[in-house]
């Protein structure tokens, strides 16, 4: 199972990574409201712990982005703000608990199993889409008029990825991290690959987007009538 730990206060990061390692849970840590957004939207976790005062971007804005995109995954909401108006206005910004500063441990952990047991109240797989072109994760199908595509499983977490972050630059370690696995000890050359599959399938579609290479960085999904209002070769 794997968790993000969002929270600035960098010692107890440390020992709550620490315990929840020791439990056997795989767990990353970000001290910023805007790396914990990107990790969020950019890997898949089991549940996230988010701090409510973070630098950069405050958490419940980051949890309110969350939601906005449809990302169902599980947040217990970490704070020293205890007052009753603090704990509404966190539930209803979308969190499926709250837990109030200090803490034990234990008292986590059996939280996180709690969340975790729990139905997502979010469709876990929405369909994504971008200029007309549409991917539904769950059944990895690529749809654009009347074509239908079915993809690999790769193929299907590159294209969401993307689909999940039009127009940015994604740099080739964030990418591999996403499709892959953080651990994952795959090759360059993999990417290249899969970005060269995906490349061919989305011509086959006739779809009006085009995967870009940004030489020394990474890849970026455009869509290519926002530019010139023309399919052009991909």
């Known amino acids: 199972m794997r968790i993000l730990m969002i929270e600035d206060d960098k010692d107890l990061c440390r020992n709550i990574v620490l ?17 914990g957004l990107f990790l969020a939207k950019s890997q898949a976790y089991d549940a996230i712990i ?26 217990i909401l970490a704070t020293a703000l205890d007052g009753l108006n603090e704990r509404v206005c966190g539930l209803d910004a979308g969190a499926d608990d709250y837990l109030v500063k200090p803490f034990a441990p234990e008292e986590l952990m059996a939280r996180i ?6 139905p997502h109240r979010l469709q876990a797989s929405p369909r994504l889409s971008l200029s007309g072109l549409s991917l ?18 790769r193929e299907s977490a590159l294209l969401e990825f993307f689909l999940r972050n039009p127009r940015c630059t994604l740099p080739r370690s964030r990418i591999l991290s996403y499709v892959w696995g953080s651990h994952s000890e795959v090759e ?36 290519e009538g926002a530019h010139n209002g023309s399919k052009g070769p991909l």
Do not use: W
């Open 19 to 35: 315990a929840l390692k020791q439990s056997g849970y795989e767990t990353e840590c970000c001290h910023t409201g805007s790396d």
């Open 50 to 75: 988010l701090d409510r005062m973070l630098p950069e971007i405050d958490g419940l804005t980051v949890l309110e982005s969350l939601r906005r995109q449809n990302i169902p995954t599980p947040v």
């Open 113 to 118: 199993r709690a969340v975790t047991r729990r």
């Open 136 to 153: 539904d994760p769950e059944q990895r199908l690529l749809e654009y008029g009347n074509v239908s595509l079915a993809l690999s499983k």
């Open 188 to 223: 360059d050359g993999n990417l290249d690959n899969y970005i060269y599959f995906l490349r061919r399938r989305l011509k086959a579609a006739g779809a009006p987007v085009k995967l870009v290479t940004v030489h020394g960085i990474g890849y970026r999904l455009e869509d």
